[in-house]
Structures are given as C-alpha cells and as structure tokens.
C-alpha cells in the first residue's frame, strides 16, 4: 500500500483516534477517530502539547512526560485511565504511545493510538459488581445450602446456609471430598461417584435421600448438583444445592399417618354402624312385627275393654318400630345406596328441618358423582352440621348446596343463627372436630365461617379421587 493510500486509511478511522506526537510531545497529526473521541479539530490541536488530554493531577504529577520517557525505554507502552475530552468531561482510555525511528536510529517521535473504552470499563465494572452482590448472596443464603465442588468432587466452596445444614464450618470442609455427606452403605455403593457422572452426562441431577451432619445425625435432604463448564466447554466443577427437608419430610409423614388412622376410625365406624342397623332392621324390627302381628289377633278375639287395651299396646309397639326404623335410617341410610347421595341428603334435610320449624332448601350441581366413600363422608358431615344448626344456631332457615368443584365435590350448609361463639368448643364436644377429621381422612379440608348475629357457614370440599400417595423409604 503506498503512503498516500495508507494517510486516507489512517485519517478515516472513527474507532481509533490515531495522531503522531513529535519528540517533544506535540501533536503533529491528527485524524477522524481522534476528533470523535476528543472533541477537537485538527486545527485546533495540532501544535499543542498531548498533556491537554490528560486530568489536572496527572499532569501535576508529570504523568504524560513519564508516559514518553517508557515508550522511549521500552519501546511501546500501553495504558489505561481517565483522559479528558475538550469539553471537559471525562472518558475512560485505552492509549498506546510508540516510539518511532528513522533509518539511522534517530527518534522522529511518537505514534499514539487511543480508544474510547468507557462503554466496556461500565460494563466490566457492573458484570463485577453484581458478581460481588451474588457471591455475598450466595454467601449469607441460610436456607440452602450452595457450594461448589472441583471436577474430582473436592469441596471448594462453602456457605452459611452449608454450614448451618451440614455443621462443619468453611476451614473444616473445604478441599475434603463431598461423600462425607453420605451414609456410609451409599459410599459403599458409589452413590456419590455416580451422581457426579450422571451430572456430567445430562447436565444436572436432583436427588432425595439420607445425608449425615458432622455430629453423624442424618437428615432428609434434597439435592441439586449441576455440572459446571468453563468457556472452552472444560468441566470446571459442581454447583451443588442442598436443603433440609427432614421438617417437611416428618409434617408430610405424620399427616399421612393421622389420615390412615382417622382412615380406619371411620371406616370401623361405618362397619360397626352397617351392622347395628342391620341387627336393629333383621331381628329387633322383625320380632316387634310379630309381636304387633300377635297384638292384632288377640285384639279381634278378646272382648271389650281388653280389646282397647290390647289395641293401646299394638299402637304404642308401632310407634316403637317407626322410631327403629328412623334409627336404621340414620345409621344406614338407605337412599345412599338406593337413590344417590343428592336424594339422601334432601331426605334427611327434609325430615329433620321439617321436624324442627327450619325452612330448608337443598340444591344440586353437582355434575360428577362422588365416590361411595366420599358420599358416606358427605353425608355424615352434613347430619353433624345440621343438628349443630338444631342444636345450636336458633336459626331460621338452612340451606345445603352440594356442587362439582376442582375435580372434587364441594359442600356449603349456611344458617341464618347466632353464629358460632368460637372455634374451639373444648371438652365434650367432638362434632366439628370429627368433621374435620372426616375431610382430612377422605383427603379434602374442611372450613367453618360464621358471623355473630348473621349465620354459619360450613363448607368441606372432598376429592373425587382420593390422591395416590407413594410410600416413603425408610432410613
Ligand atoms: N351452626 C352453628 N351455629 C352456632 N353455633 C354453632 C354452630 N355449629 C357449631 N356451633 C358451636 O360450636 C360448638 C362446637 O360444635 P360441636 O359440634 O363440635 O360440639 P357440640 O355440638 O356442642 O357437641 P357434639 O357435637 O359433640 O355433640 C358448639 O358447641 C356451638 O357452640
Ligand atoms: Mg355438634
């Protein structure tokens, strides 16, 4: 390229201001870059000394004169710091300064080559700011705990959240390698190993399961471990997240063992109940029957006043069987299996409010049909709160409303009574807590709301398919 052609490239250039100085520190040269970034015309800085770009104190400190004496030493420098442009404002410089030579050896001057490289010292500035305000994040996180670990499975880094599951302290675990969290049956059998390998192959691995404490206590934990890569795509090491969920894990365990038990209480209930009416309906019913039967043929064959009499005693004994049969009713009621659960409990409602002077109304929207568990549970939930409504509200009127809701059926029994006093109704008073144990045990909840002077709401909510729950390996 002749030179003139090389001048036209070299003046042209934005990204770079390019300008020669003479031995003295003059500027003699001047181009395009150099303008944008600086400010100034070649008019007006040609001739001028390149200690105007420099700040005050450097100037003051003779930086630019020392900046010339090492190009002349060494060559070449290269440098990074704040200039200033003509307007006064600052940016943030890449400058490097060459000594130039003529053929014998003599110094002709200097080539300066200045980047505007504010825009990058930002950004690496903010990249290491937020990297600092992770790594304090990391640091301080209590509630997990997150390390790292070399390719090999070395501990190389530690938190407080670490410290607090694991109890060892960073100096005590930190270059030891991380199967010390394992039981010893699962370092038997490589476990650790091949959760590192299973890491590398797909990137990353959760795992569930039995860690142990520095005191050699055990807890439930679940376990992130990523493998981590360098730029060139080397594996740098592990990313390792650990929580404690033995809490959880025991709260999950003890409310699924209560469910299994209130499970069984209600269940053994059912049968008991099923069988109290059965043997009230096969042989108490049944031999009353006869015995009324007996009553009417002795009647029609005896004189008066004994026929009246006799008669008295038949009706007091039909009187009686009505009322076993109310009983088998409501121990079994039959509409359940008959009829469905929405006839059943409009049945029920009709009877009982009827009896009691309430104004009732049931209304079905119900567009599944419930289980035959879950209608027993509804059923039984509704006969509780109902004669909470007799027992209790002084109300006027209740309403039941039965609907599909969630995959699951939702039930709303609301009064119009005093309200309830409160929640707990201490000892000798079982019918809100069985409610609620009823829901808990078919996997729904239960609610009561209830504003004084306005009313009662209950409202319970069972699944239409009790959830599938796994059981749990054992320590
Ligand atoms: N619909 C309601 N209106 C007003 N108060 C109510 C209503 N339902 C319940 N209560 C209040 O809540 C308390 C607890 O009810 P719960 O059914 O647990 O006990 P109980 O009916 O008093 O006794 P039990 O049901 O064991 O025979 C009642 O004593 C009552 O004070
Ligand atoms: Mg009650």
Redo the contacts with the bound molecule.
Sequence with gaps: MDDDRFRLLVHGVLDYGIFLLDTEGRISTWNAGAERIKGYAAAEIVGRHFSVFYPADDVAAGKPARALERAVREGRLEDEGWRVRKDGTRFWANVVITALYDEQGRLRGFGKVTRDVSERRAAELALRESEERFRLLVQSVQDYGIFMLDPGGHISSWNAGAERIKGYTAAEIIGRHFSVFYPADDVAAGKPARELEIAVAEGRLEDEGWRVRKDGTRFWANVVITALYDEQGRLHGFGKVTRDMTERRNAEQALRERRRLVGHLVEAQEVERRRIAWDVHDESIQSMVAVGMRLQLLASRLPEPHKSAVGGLDEAVAAAIARLRGLVSRLRPPELDRHGLVEAVSAYTDDVAGRWGLAHEVRDELTAEPSPEAAITVYRICQ??L???H?????TRVGVTLSTVDNGTLVR?T?D?????????GA????????HERAEAAHGWLA?R?TPGE??V?EFWLPLLPDVTEPEPEP
């Design positions: 509780e709160a004669s909470n409504v027992k209790h509200a002084r109300a029994i009064d009574g005093v309200g309830t006093a409160g929640t707990d109704a000798g008073h079982f019918g809100l807590v069985e409610m009561v209830s009313g009662t209950v």
